[in-house]
T-cell receptor, first 116, second 111 residues
Framework: EAGVAQSPRYKIIEKRQSVAFWCNPI?????LYWYQQILGQGPKLLIQ????????DSQLPKDRFSAERLKGVDSTLKIQPAKLEDSAVYLC??????????????FGPGTRLTVL | SQQGEEDPQALSIQEGENATMNCSYK?????LQWYRQNSGRGLVHLIL?????REKHSGRLRVTLDTSKKSSSLLITASRAADTASYFC???????????FGKGTKLSVIP
């Protein structure tokens, strides 16, 4: 079974620029999550999708972050404009009933963002 | 704020020794999970224990859960150099499948 795919793996941008991350979840997984992991900390949930609908985006800084999951499969997370404090690893995860039950989340390798 | 707090923050042991990491949390949970993260990579699910379970085993891993103390422990027996990683506990509430992660324990296993 293919895992969660993310791209790019690394991105370096200047502050005030925009950036987008892409995620392709495990086939058949209805739930998709985006996390932000700052160095030395655990992942923090930004947004959760169920199919193509948003379940929870309470911790997403909506003035600069946006995310969508068109057709309930792939998802993109965008930051515009980026700030220095956005430097982090952005992790995508998915969960579903195809394996492991709905509680287990499967993570992609992450995108490491550096904002200069 | 993060739900789980792992203890210790860092742990260094010799290969073959056992490693124990603890996790405390604040609110009631549906399940508690442990994940491993190797340097620069995504998280890998290790084990899930539900709130009505007290102990669970998977290979060299043993997890305990004490809901009265709101705490869990992860024991890795006969550690290997390949176990070097950060270990995170994550708590799950009922119905939403959301997880709240702690800051992690950084384990170093010295060959």
């Amino acid at each position: 079974e293919a895992g969660v795919a993310q791209s790019p793996r690394y991105k370096i941008i200047e502050k005030r620029q925009s950036v987008a991350f892409w995620c392709n979840p495990i086939s058949g997984h209805a739930t998709l999550y985006w996390y932000q992991q700052i160095l030395g900390q655990g992942p923090k949930l930004l947004i959760q999708f169920q199919n193509n609908g948003v379940v929870d985006d309470s911790q997403l800084p909506k003035d600069r972050f946006s995310a969508e999951r068109l057709k309930g499969v792939d998802s993109t997370l965008k930051i515009q404009p980026a700030k220095l404090e956005d430097s982090a690893v952005y992790l995508c995860a998915s969960s579903g009933w195809t394996s492991g039950g709905g509680d287990t989340q499967y993570f992609g390798p992450g995108t490491r963002l550096t904002v200069l | 704020s993060q739900q789980g707090e792992e203890d210790p923050q860092a742990l260094s042991i010799q290969e073959g020794e056992n490693a124990t990491m603890n996790c405390s949390y604040k609110t009631s949970i549906n399940n508690l999970q442990w994940y491993r993260q190797n340097s620069g990579r995504g998280l890998v699910h290790l084990i899930l224990i539900r709130s009505n379970e007290r102990e669970k085993h998977s290979g060299r891993l043993r997890v305990t859960l004490d809901t009265s103390k709101k705490s869990s422990s992860l024991l890795i027996t006969a550690s290997r150099a390949a176990d070097t990683a950060s270990y995170f506990c994550a708590t799950g509430g009922a119905g939403s499948y959301q997880l709240t992660f702690g800051k992690g324990t950084k384990l170093s296993v010295i060959p």
